[in-house]
């Protein structure tokens, strides 16, 4: 083989298992989605610091690290 045909070989090479590996990734986060994301037995995660849903946010006047309020 010469020089060319070897180098459109290696590049076909690489577009093929390129194009395979990207199918095989689609497929997997399909998977995925299909997935629910909290089953029966689970419990869903709770914050445990900050405010409690539905608190307004405080209003203070806050200092920037420059001292700037």
Known sequence: MDLI???LVIQYVLIFSLAFFVI???QHVRSL???PAIT???EPTIPKEGLELGVAIPRKTYMSM???P
Do not use: R
């Open 66 to 68: 420059g001292g700037n």
């Open 5 to 7: 045909t070897t180098v």
């Open 33 to 35: 989605k299909s997935q």
């Open 24 to 26: 095989k990734l689609y």
């Open 40 to 42: 029966d037995k689970e």
